[in-house]
């Protein structure tokens, strides 16, 4: 079966980092676009970062210069690198992959940064 496990969200500073990883299985991950997303308490889900299977990225506006999103194919994962934390980051992270009418779903991590 198809599994998206997140491993590296945890408790920070503002103005510190953490590099979250989503390791795939049960797919073909090349074929694949995968993203990152991100659920505050009392917000809807947003976008923060996606990266298509031929690597081309897109950021929301807030992230862009201090996330980056990156893929190693040969391990099935996408990685999100967090630097320069604030306190609106503060989210559960959901790693996301879709292709076609194919679309799944991590079960999160917590990323919690404290000022």
């Known amino acids: 079966q198809m599994q998206l496990v997140e491993h590296g969200g945890g408790l920070v500073q503002t103005g510190g980092s953490l590099r979250l990883s989503c390791a795939a299985s049960?797919?073909?991950?090349?074929?694949?676009?995968m993203g990152w997303y991100r659920q505050a308490p009392g917000k809807q889900r947003e976008l923060v970062a996606t990266i298509t299977s031929g690597g081309t990225t897109n950021y929301e506006d807030s992230v862009k210069g201090r996330f980056t999103i990156s893929r190693d194919n040969a391990k099935n994962t996408v990685y999100l690198q967090m630097n320069s934390l604030r306190t609106d980051d503060t989210a559960v992270y959901y790693c996301n992959a879709y292709w076609d009418t194919y679309e799944y779903w991590g079960q999160g991590t917590q990323v919690t940064v404290s000022s």
């Open positions: 049960g797919i073909i991950f090349g074929l694949y676009a």
